[in-house]
């Protein structure tokens, strides 16, 4: 990328705050343009400075971070939301990718494993793994799947069928080019059918598509996001 992905730092821990920051400027594909210690210092801090990426706790006093997710992707240009988790909870996680964050890190990744995920998930990528998806689906159990197989359904069928292909590519983990070599179309052609697709089934990111076709049933095991 041309310019440097501009980021924020959210935790509630003054030292992980602290650690991250520090890390984390150093890299020449980042600015670091604020960090914030809870759920509304972060909502306020994106008005404010207008990050790319926002790297958020769950846990934090004041507004948690999944409800600091939902407030910021409501936002015109929102930025993408990596959430930062222990997987201390699961169902929360899970929440919070629903809302919109573009995938998780674990608090305690490399530092290369930090620039990698915020780079790809600002050039539209997504940063959560198949066999992740699948312990999280897991972990929330079945008890409203036939709701919510119903519902992702009946959404999915606004789609074209090629927009559908599209779809159910991303939730398998693949790329725009690799979605594009295995439908045989240009990556601007994948990226359109993306683009139509969340604009129809009201979602902001390809980790809620992935989900949407998890909860259809239409994932095989292999797949995810």
Known sequence: MSEPVRLLVVDDDPLVRAGLSSMLSGAPELELVGVAADGQEAVDAVRDLRPDVVLMDIGMPVLDGVAATEAIRRRTAAPDVVMLTTFGSDEDLLRALRAGASGYLLKDAAPAEIVAAVLKVAAGESVLSPQATRQLMDHVGAADQDSRRTTACAALAQLTERERDVVLAVAE???????????????????????????????????????????????????GV
Not at 178 to 196: M, R
């Open 173 to 223: 983990g693949r790329s725009n080019a690799e979605v594009a070599t295995a439908l045989d179309v240009g990556i601007a052609t994948v990226k359109t059918h993306l683009t139509n697709s969340l604009t129809k089934l009201q979602l902001t990111n390809r980790v809620q598509l992935a989900l949407l076709a998890h909860d259809a049933g239409l994932t095989n095991q292999s797949g």
